[in-house]
């Protein structure tokens, strides 16, 4: 799935723009908390993609799910932590900077085959990083 580029406007004209709409926000389900803040941080636990308290994809990339699910699969997650992040702040303008996204974790439920996949899907989670301006890259380690 690609993503067409984005011009300019608040996030949430940018994700109409893109042809996303962000779903409910997902509940916790097991003892955890969906995210800290500390100061003006917010840190968010991992999402999965999960709609309407079920999880909408299960199996491997290249086995059990094909290429499209398992972008529509990590795209969901994404859009689950646009929902969490706009239920915290009230506005995702507010949002400044995002850190990171991360890394990916292709076990259990989201697990690829092989790197290519893996590649080309946070290819697609950066993509969708877009939808707030641009800060200076970070490298890590």
């Not at 940018?14 to 926000?25: A, Q, T």
């Not at 995210?35 to 079920?54: N, R, V």
């Amino acid at each position: 799935m690609k993503l067409k580029a984005v011009t300019s406007g608040t996030p949430e004209e940018r994700l109409e723009e893109l042809g996303l709409e962000l779903p409910p926000v997902p509940e916790a389900v097991a003892d955890y908390v969906t995210h800290t803040q500390i100061g003006h941080i917010i840190y968010t636990s991992g999402m999965l993609p999960w709609i309407a308290g079920h999880l909408k994809f299960k199996g491997k990339m290249g086995a059990e799910l094909t290429v499209e699910q398992g972008y529509e699969a990590f795209q969901l997650s994404a859009l689950n932590g646009l929902s969490l992040l706009r239920s915290i702040t009230g506005d995702l303008g507010r949002i400044k900077r995002v850190l990171g996204l991360g890394r990916l974790r292709l076990r259990g439920p989201c697990g690829a085959n092989d790197e290519f996949l893996l590649a080309a899907t946070a290819q697609n989670l950066r993509k969708l990083a877009k939808i707030f301006p641009a800060p200076q890259q970070m490298r890590k380690a």
